[in-house]
Structures are given as C-alpha cells and as structure tokens.
C-alpha cells in the first residue's frame, strides 16, 4: 500500500482506539493485538506503516552496520519502526541516536518486542518509544542487527514490512494491509455502537436494559 492509498485509512484510524481495532480484528478472525507493548512515556498515538528490524545474539559473525540504521535510511515518512527482539528485557535496541535520526527522517516513532533506553532524551525530543522495558545498557557485543524490512514477530503476532501498525495507551495492534477496509470498518461500528450505549448510560438508563437493547455479549459476532 502506497502512501497515498494509506492517508485515508490514516484518518479513520485516528479516531479509533487499538480496543476498538482489538475488537474488529477479534470480529473478523484476524490475531492482531499485541500484549504486553505499550508506550513508554506519555500517552501517544502512533499509526503508520511497518519497516521491520529482527535482533539476534552477538557471536561470530560480525554485524556489518550498527543496528536500526538501515531501517530508518529505507523508511518513508510516515512510516514506523518495529524491532523483533524476542521480548528480551535485558538488552537494549533502541536509543538517543537512532530515535534522532528516525524522527529526522519523518519516522513517526517505534514498537519494541524487548527493552530500549536514552528515554529521557526521547521524551525530551518527543519521538514515542513503545516497548516492554528499559535499561541502560549498550547493545554493543550482546545483541546485533540479523536483518531488516523481513517477515517479523511482535508477542504472538506476525509482522511484515508494510503492515499497518497502530500503538496507544492501551497497547499495539497490527492490521494486514488487505484486510483493511474491512477491519477498520468493523472498529467503526464497534466504536458506534460503544458511544450510544454509552449515551444511554449517561441518559440514566439501566444497564441491564442496555445490555439487552444492544446485545452486548454478542457484539463480536458478524
């Protein structure tokens, strides 16, 4: 999906929260959300397209550029990093230097499957940074760059390069380009759906009536 093609998806996806884009996935049988990934300052919103990083252990065989530089040389603007590194907490993969040079680049921000650190310097510069952790550690001699714009995992989840990736406060979800349409349209009924139940509410009406009036059980069912 080019650019262009995914500016209007960009817009709707603005005014829905991963909960709600959580549901549709779960609607339309596509896993999508990632657990335990989220936002390591503030409360941002970052929607864009994925280009890909995957981490492996130093050894051996040498790293031919430090890690994270590729990525952000290919990316657009637009676009958002999403490093695989297994989940793994004790080793950075994200820092000062390369959040400088992503956000110069117009790279909206990045999701982490590991830890990052500088997120002092990140919140300084405003470049959002989701991921599970932090430390303070370099990754120099621990963990290297194994390949770049590559079919990847987020928690339980794959991600391609070009998968649309959407990061809030409530956490990460990945949406397959193909299945666009239909998911986000599904978010939309869902939100709509939350927004007059939740008018309802506010009007005094009973909760038991409203569970009843919008079958709210089976919301997720098409």
């Known amino acids: 999906m080019n650019t262009e093609a995914f500016e209007p998806y960009r817009k709707r996806l603005e005014k829905l929260s991963t909960t709600n884009l959580s549901d ?10 990632v657990i335990g990934i989220r936002p390591l300052f503030g ?43 297994r989940g793994d907490l004790y080793n950075n993969c994200w820092g000062e230097i390369l959040s400088c040079a992503a956000q110069k680049k117009g790279i909206l921000g990045v999701f982490i499957d590991g830890a ?14 989701f991921a599970r952790g932090i430390v303070p550690i370099t990754a120099r001699g621990r ?12 928690g339980d989840v794959q991600v391609r ?7 809030d406060i409530n956490g990460l979800v990945i949406i397959p380009p193909e299945n ?29 009536e409203v569970d009843s009036k919008y079958n709210y059980e089976q919301m997720l069912k098409k």
């Not at 065989?61 to 999403?82: E, M, Y």
């Not at 963990?143 to 987020?154: A, K, P």
């Not at 390069?161 to 990061?167: E, F, N, T």
């Open 43 to 85: 409360m941002p919103k970052v929607i864009g397209r994925a280009v890909t990083i995957k981490m492996t252990a130093a050894g051996m065989v040498k790293s031919k550029r430090h890690l994270g530089i590729d990525a952000i040389a290919t990316a657009s603007p637009g676009d958002v990093i999403a490093i695989d590194n």
């Open 24 to 33: 549709a996935l779960d609607r339309v049988g596509i896993r999508g959300a």
């Open 143 to 154: 963990i290297m760059q194994e390949d770049f714009n590559c079919v990847i995992r987020l």
């Open 180 to 208: 666009a349409e239909e998911v986000i349209s599904a978010a939309e009924e869902i939100y709509t759906k939350e927004e007059l139940m939740k008018a309802d509410i506010l009007k005094g009406m009973d909760i038991l």
């Open 116 to 129: 990052a650190r500088d997120i002092d310097i990140c919140q300084e510069i405003g470049f959002p940074v």
């Open 161 to 167: 390069p070009g998968d649309i990736l959407v990061g």
